[in-house]
């Protein structure tokens, strides 16, 4: 009998494999603004790429290995980046990060040599965006000047964040943190787990400190339906030592996706509030369901699986 993971797993590759057009930056299906079109290009490249270090990487994400495969050898993807300023180095750089092997990486190697060295170095940058820029030219086999990920802890969102006390004026509708520190707390933990492969570097207090605000912020998440931050923070749970189908937070939000994931395997939005109208056009529902649907779909793979040894 299959699992509330296993099920949701075989929900969102399938939705996704499904809508590959949309996540080709150059089909007709694909969002329309530079930033959308990069961005899903980038998604699917980093959730094949997690799913290829799995012992047994799923066969429906075929058709999108080949996919990123054809658009990382295309000079016009990184020709994108340019139209976005705010994240056109990030971009860059994570684009060389996820690069398949084995192919013609002369695209990969040009876009490399046009990052700014001021973008590699600490200054100007909080811990959050040094850990980032760390994670992906340390994966890309980039030189940088970021300090160590040891000396970057004590101030990254995981161990310096404090969660809000209830009735906290600051805190809207009771959440332990703003939605920004909240992914920033999420994505802190990917980086310096590589999305489940390695440990995060934290123990004693400061482990303990962060898995206690993670399960805060995952039951205020399933009490909202807020399905995206749901899917992050499992998988949170997950880098930081945890096994969340044996919490009961974690359960619960498993339960909370697979209750949200349609009949057709996407999970329809962000969270309840922000989900796609049943009317809603292919292109607008791709654009509020993919990233939802892509992080769920993750998140259910690495969890299901062994841990690396």
């Known amino acids: 009998m299959s699992t509330p993971l296993d099920r949701l797993s075989a929900g969102t590759l399938g939705w996704l494999s499904g809508n590959l057009d ?29 799913a290829a270090r799995l012992a047994d990487p799923p066969e429906a994400l075929g058709e999108a290995g080949a996919l990123v495969r054809k658009l990382w050898q295309d000079p016009d993807l990184p020709r994108l980046f340019a139209y976005i300023p705010k994240y056109g180095s990030t971009y860059g750089l994570a684009y060389a990060a996820l690069a398949p092997d084995a192919i013609d990486d002369t695209q990969v190697r040009a876009t490399l040599a046009g990052l700014d060295a001021g973008f590699l ?6 811990a959050y965006q040094r850990i980032e820029i760390c994670h992906y030219a340390d994966k890309a086999g980039v030189r940088h000047t970021i300090e160590p990920y040891a000396e970057l802890l004590p101030d990254s969102p995981l161990v310096a964040f404090r969660a809000a006390e209830p009735g906290d ?4 509708d009771g959440t332990p943190l703003t939605e920004p520190q909240a992914y920033a707390v999420t994505h802190t933990a990917f980086y310096l787990g590589d999305f489940g492969r390695t440990a995060p570097g ?17 039951v205020h998440s399933v009490e909202h339906d807020r399905w995206d931050l749901a899917a992050e923070l499992v998988l949170t749970q997950y880098i930081l030592g945890t096994e969340p189908l044996d919490t009961p937070s974690g359960a619960a939000a498993v339960e909370c996706l697979v ?5 057709d395997g996407a999970i329809p939005g962000r969270s309840a509030a922000l989900e796609a ?17 892509l992080v769920t779909a993750l998140m259910a793979l690495v969890v299901s699986s062994p841990r690396p040894s």
């Open 121 to 126: 170095a600490p200054q100007g940058k909080s």
């Open 202 to 218: 934290l123990d004693g207090s400061a482990l303990a400190h962060a898995r206690d605000l993670v399960d805060r912020l995952l």
């Open 277 to 293: 109208h049943p009317s809603a056009s292919g292109r607008e529902f791709f654009r509020k369901a993919y990233h939802t649907t």
């Open 259 to 263: 209750r949200a994931q349609r009949p």
């Open 169 to 172: 004026p600051a805190s809207e």
């Open 22 to 50: 949309h996540f080709d930056p150059f089909a007709a299906g694909a969002p329309s603004a530079p930033l959308g079109r990069a961005k899903a290009a980038l998604e699917l490249a980093l959730l094949c790429h997690c």
